[in-house]
């Protein structure tokens, strides 16, 4: 599930912005270029260039990106990151949550583009440069899932740390080399982690006498779906329960909560999937869920000895 509790909270007491950001999503979902283009000069012509519209725009490149239209994908990011830039010289980057999606949303597609065109050198540059740039806010898990995908698979597994769990005590998974890792980054607030759960279920026990580990790391957000504020404590109870209603064919599974593990591993999407290889490296690194045929698929590529 990639939407944040940011967006959830803007869609309920921000209706401009819900409404500039949906305009422009649905015309872009009938692949009406011009028609966003339109909804998107109407409301500057009336605001401004706000934080609002920033982010409309940065769906832009996305949608380019996704058309597969790189050179468009590469204007829209650019001017995208001019816009926030502009933006940012008023304010820190998380004062407010649009311009955090868009200038994430801007590099995002700056690197994407640049791997699509073979350049994967120079993305990975741009990602590593952001990251300097941007390590301490709340892009951060962005930037280096993008870095992940393109720079991961095949190198060691970076640590979990483990200073507090649920389940079965964490193992280290340098203790786990010799053996197949299956991470699975979920969200309390997640629909599909839930959905993916009977999967990884049914996966593990299918493997596990093959020796496939499946670690289960999630962190807290600050909130539950009762308590906008919720307390560290009230947070970690709410995930117990969670767990214990949607989760119970994992309830045994190992639980890391940290967010510095979410930071490492680029976690910014819920479910994020990634398979570690008995050498104790990365053999795939997928953000969102997958279907069962498919990470059955990938699981019995590293299972051989």
Request: aromatic share 8%.
């Amino acid at each position: 599930m990639r939407f944040s509790k940011l967006l959830i909270l803007l869609a309920l007491v921000a209706p401009a912005w819900a409404g500039i950001v949906e305009d422009v999503r649905g015309a872009l979902a009938q692949n009406s270029f011009p028609a966003a283009e339109a909804d998107l000069q109407s409301y500057r012509g009336k605001n401004g260039f706000t934080a609002e519209y920033v982010e409309a725009y940065s769906w832009m490149g996305r949608a380019a990106l996704s058309a597969h239209d790189y050179d468009q994908a590469a204007s829209y990011a650019k001017q995208t990151k001019a816009l926030a830039l502009e933006q940012l010289k008023q304010r820190p980057l998380d004062a407010e949550p649009h311009l955090p999606i868009a200038l994430g949303a801007a590099i995002e597609v700056q690197s994407q583009t640049l791997a699509a065109r073979g350049q994967r050198t120079q993305a990975i540059a741009v990602l590593q440069s952001a990251l300097r740039t941007y390590g301490s806010t709340s892009i951060r898990a962005r930037l280096q899932k993008n870095l992940n995908l393109l720079s991961l698979e095949g190198n060691s597994a970076p640590p979990l740390r483990s200073d507090q769990f649920l389940g079965s005590k964490p193992p280290v998974l340098a203790q786990l080399k010799g053996s197949p890792v299956l991470l699975f980054f979920w969200a309390h607030w997640c629909g599909d982690c839930k959905a993916e759960a009977p999967i990884i279920t049914q996966l593990r026990a299918e493997f596990a006498p093959k020796g496939l580990t499946v670690v289960g790391p999630t962190k807290l957000y600050g909130y539950t779906a009762q308590v906008e504020h919720a307390s560290p404590s009230d947070e970690l109870a709410y995930i117990d329960a969670v767990r214990h209603r949607f989760y119970g064919g994992l309830l045994d599974m190992p639980v890391p909560i940290s967010k510095y593990n979410f930071d490492a591993y680029g976690a910014s999407t819920t479910p994020t999937l990634v398979l570690l290889d008995r050498a104790g490296k990365v053999a795939m690194y997928h953000p969102g869920a997958l279907p069962y045929d498919q990470l059955k698929a990938e699981i019995e590529k590293v299972v051989p000895r």
